[in-house]
């Protein structure tokens, strides 16, 4: 099974950015980041193939955060400017061995999460 590691989580004040990266040890089909805030299910932020470079992006925040990949470090950021307090959530990225979707349950492997903290 393919291991995450995730990095790059912090506090940042609002209108802040932060970067956060994924290592994998083994690239598959595609990637998604996603988050949880406190007492909320699991939501889709943004994904990408690993192949193509194709992605997709929550509507919460299109235009603020920006997915990407590099495939020579098996490693995938997820660039996040604009931040807003609503966007405090522990930050996971996944493995999608199959194809690319919003559901974190179709995801095969996941990291063990990140913390971003955005205050007002």
């Known amino acids: 099974q393919v291991q995450l590691v995730e990095s790059g989580g912090g506090l940042v004040q609002a209108g802040g950015s932060l970067r956060l990266s994924c290592a994998a040890s083994?690239?598959?089909?595609?990637m998604g980041w996603f988050r949880q805030a406190p007492g909320n299910e699991r939501e889709f932020v943004a994904n990408?193939?690993?192949?193509?470079?194709?992605?997709g992006y929550a509507d919460s925040v299109k235009g603020r955060f920006t997915i990407s990949r590099d495939n020579a470090k098996n490693t995938v950021y997820l660039q996040m400017n604009s931040l807003k307090p609503e966007d405090t959530a522990v930050y996971y990225c996944?493995?999608?061995?199959?194809?690319?979707?919003?559901?974190?349950?179709?995801?095969?492997?996941w990291g063990q999460g990140t913390q971003v903290t955005v205050s007002s």
């Open positions: 996944a493995a999608e061995t199959s194809w690319l979707t919003t559901k974190p349950g179709t995801y095969d492997a």
């Open positions: 083994r690239r598959t089909y595609g």
């Open positions: 990408i193939n690993w192949n193509n470079g194709r992605t």
